[in-house]
């Protein structure tokens, strides 16, 4: 756990300890299969109840939509393509495409359990907004019980 513990640390912060904060903008994921039709209908649930959705591992995506849609078709033709909306001075993501493994790939990358709102779901993709950290931190606290310097403590 120390391992993920650092690689989130990595995502999120620089070097100096500030958040290290994503420019914003559209990015996509290409999935070889669609979700399974339990996840479908929570995708639609989200939607309809306006709730956070969460992934349980890291998210890859890439600014290229053309190159999304090639990972997409890998393998029988149809796949499934995440949209995600990224707000400007977003923290919770982060551009890697300058230590990108590929290069050319445009990557960002959202740590595990990163936030998501689902804002329009079908049976071809997904279009979802990122919550920025600060903001699902402090709901979660809020929600919990914690108010006043508890809750600005995690903002």
């Not at 904060?21 to 309809?48: C, F, I, S, Y």
């Not at 936030?115 to 919990?144: I, P, Q």
């Amino acid at each position: 756990m120390p391992l993920i513990h650092r690689m989130v640390y990595l995502l999120l912060y620089e070097a100096d300890g500030s958040k290290r904060l994503h420019q914003g903008g559209q990015v996509w994921k290409g999935d070889t299969q669609r979700p399974v039709p339990l996840n479908m209908n929570k995708l639609r649930e989200a939607q309809r109840l306006q709730k956070i959705i969460r992934f349980r591992q890291f998210q890859s995506t890439t600014s290229n939509r053309a190159l999304a849609e090639k990972y997409r078709k890998r393998e029988d033709g149809r796949g499934y393509l995440w949209t995600i909306d990224i707000a400007p001075r977003f923290w919770g993501a982060r551009d890697i495409h300058d230590i990108s493994w590929k290069e050319g790939e445009s990557e960002t990358l959202f740590p595990a359990y990163s936030a998501f709102y689902v804002r329009s779901v079908d049976d071809d993709g997904c279009h979802l907004e990122a919550a920025d950290r600060c903001k699902d931190l402090t709901e979660r606290a809020l929600r919990n019980g914690l108010q006043g310097a508890a809750s600005e403590l995690i903002g």
